[in-house]
């Protein structure tokens, strides 16, 4: 492990963790990361040696059969996986972001139902929120929950279901008007639903389907999908937290510590993308000396190397406000918009140090390639993430009188 991106006044136990992934990461994830992402395949392998590690349950209580861990040590392991192939950190962390949900919001008997099979990794979690047709809106949802008798009748289609074959339970957002009356804010009439299926593509059970995979340029190997609803039937033991109208502050909260993680997604890519380029640089000869002799490459090592380390300090600061139980909207907007724009920019550099090399298939460096960009819009947009912070400055800042 090199100087960069070190985090100070962490716990033996959260050093033990954290040495364990990234020995698991050396080991077990860099060596095969490109081959399988070149070959869309799902890292089975891999998955079962994160189950093995208690990974799947590092944030979920002891009392459930997790390791009960902070989200800064989660955020940190997120950040390791990264490192290797971010597809594989996708996997965790929709998981953990219901798993989260669950713990903040559900009722004590979903808990006691859910968070110990999540913790073994044998329930596999994803969430939707997005739909074809709304983008980052999500206040113009049209999947629609209406009430039949002890049931849900779930109707709609969703999109971009990281996990959406594998998982074994999707949270997903519907509007609910029961109990709303005519004119009520868009946002408080929205609820989660916690729907099992059987993991696969096609008709996965009656009223639900998984059409298949969505074929994108990089985030390989993870299945992404759309999840249509025709007339699911939901026991209405299923809502979220049992009662109806609080599905978008839920859902909200489990993307504000999914941002930090996709922060903590972007400062692994970067990483990984240094290590390359300072590792290429010291090999690569020409005009008879090593490239990183040359002025021109230390002044892009010095630029990558300062973006690593300050975007990871701000993902630490973000999960740590967390942590302490404070509001962290604006310290994980930070973040993730930081993370997400220097990871691009270091990704490049590195591929601009490679040369014409950056462009075979052959080096790791064109997967990171690919994978950045997805960053740039994965849990809300850069766009989105500046009018957020935008407006809690504003909040923090408004002039009196």
């Known amino acids: 492990m090199g100087r960069l991106a070190h985090t ?59 390791l009960g861990e902070s989200l800064l040590t ?6 390791e996986i990264a490192r290797g192939w971010m597809s594989v950190s996708g996997i965790i962390n929709t998981h953990f972001i219901v798993a989260y949900m669950l713990k903040q919001h559900g009722t004590q008997e979903q808990r006691e139902y859910f968070l110990p099979r999540m913790a073994t990794g044998d329930v596999r979690g994803a969430f939707s929120m997005s739909e074809p047709g709304l983008g980052s809106d999500v206040s113009a949802i049209t999947s629609k929950g209406v009430r039949d008798g002890d049931e849900y009748v779930l109707n709609g289609q969703k999109m971009w279901l990281t996990n959406g074959g594998s ?26 639903f916690l729907i099992e299926k059987e993991p696969g593509f096609g008709q996965v059970k009656p009223g639900l389907t998984i059409p298949g995979k969505i074929d994108k340029m990089g985030y390989k190997g993870v299945d992404t999908t759309e999840l249509i609803m025709d007339g699911l039937r939901v026991p209405a033991d299923r809502v979220l937290g049992g009662a109806t109208g609080r599905g978008f502050y839920q859902m ?12 903590a997604r972007g400062c692994g890519v970067a990483q990984r993308a ?3 380029g300072v ?39 973000a999960a740590r406000k967390k942590d302490s139980g404070q509001r962290n909207d604006l310290e994980a907007g930070m973040a993730k918009y930081l993370a ?26 064109e997967r990171l390639y690919r994978e950045a960009p997805m960053l740039l819009i994965g849990e809300g947009t850069a766009e989105i993430q500046k009018m957020i912070i935008g407006r809690r400055l504003l909040e923090e800042y408004r002039i009196q009188g």
């Not at 963790?17 to 095969?32: N, Q, R, S």
């Not at 909200?252 to 922060?263: I, K, L, P, Q, T």
């Open 8 to 66: 100070d006044g962490l716990t033996d136990i959260q050093r033990e963790i954290l040495a364990t992934v990234h020995e698991f990461v050396d080991k077990e994830i860099i060596p095969v990361a490109t081959e399988l992402e070149h070959r869309d395949e799902y890292p089975t392998r891999i998955v079962e040696g994160l189950k093995e590690l208690g990974l799947f349950g590092l944030m979920i209580p002891e009392e459930y059969g997790g």
């Open 252 to 263: 909200m909260d489990g993307v504000e510590v999914g941002r930090v993680n996709v922060a």
């Open 274 to 276: 240094f290590e390359l």
């Open 340 to 365: 997400s724009e220097y990871c691009k920019e270091v990704v490049e550099d590195a591929f601009r140090i490679h040369g014409g090399y950056g462009f075979s298939k052959e080096y790791e460096i």
């Open 279 to 317: 590792s290429y640089a010291q090999q690569r000869h020409t005009f008879g000396k090593p490239i990183a002799q040359h002025q021109a490459i230390q002044f892009k090592l010095a630029e990558m190397g300062t973006k690593v380390e300050a975007a990871h300090a701000m993902m630490v600061n």
């Open 167 to 192: 998982s074994t339970l999707v949270a997903v957002l519907c509007r609910t008007d029961e109990g709303h009356p005519e004119g009520t804010a868009p946002h408080k009439s929205m609820t989660t």
């Open 74 to 79: 989660y955020a940190l392991c997120v950040e």
